[in-house]
């Protein structure tokens, strides 16, 4: 058996408001052997998301963050990362923009997926959009936070075929498929580069 002894663990942040499905891919891929990075974060601005059971079965530290004032928030936030020795942040359905502030301190360590082919459809009801679009693609993108919305540098992205007989929630559910096999080969790539 190869030793594993020596291999740097990146610690990674997960911030979600919802059903953190892409939360739980991650936190299965970093618990392969071979992964490079733990989940020992999770920060959710909505007390009840779906995603924080999973940080109870995990035994993953939770923080919630209720953004009453997003100075206040932001500045624990930042506390909270670094005090978990948090090398990079990773946006799983989080619906609060980051501050230009919050950004810049953090800057290039934080990145995002979202749920169209970048630049094509910012923002929120992507699937809508595409499918009143008569679009033949759409799919999702990792991409890099800046302080424009949905605006960074792209990482990597993932086609997925539009129907013509598609609704919204089938073309969600056949996209966020392709998010979980998207987002840790994109967070792989980016590993590499810290
Ligand atoms: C995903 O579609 C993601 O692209 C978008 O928000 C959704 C979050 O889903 N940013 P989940 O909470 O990870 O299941």
Redesign the pocket.
Known sequence: MPKLIGIKKYNIAVF????????RNLINHSLKKRSKFRVSLIISNKAKAK?LEHAKRFKIKKKIINYLNIKNSERKILNELINNKIDLVC????MRILSREFIKKFKGKII????SLLPKYKGLQTHRKAINNSEKFSG?TVHYVSSKLDSGKIIMQKKVRVYKNDNINKL?KR??KQ?HLLYPKALKKVIINL
């Open positions: 979600i408001s919802g059903n953190g499905s892409n939360l995603g946006l799983a359905g989080f995002n997926i979202h749920p999702c969600a996209i966020l998010e």
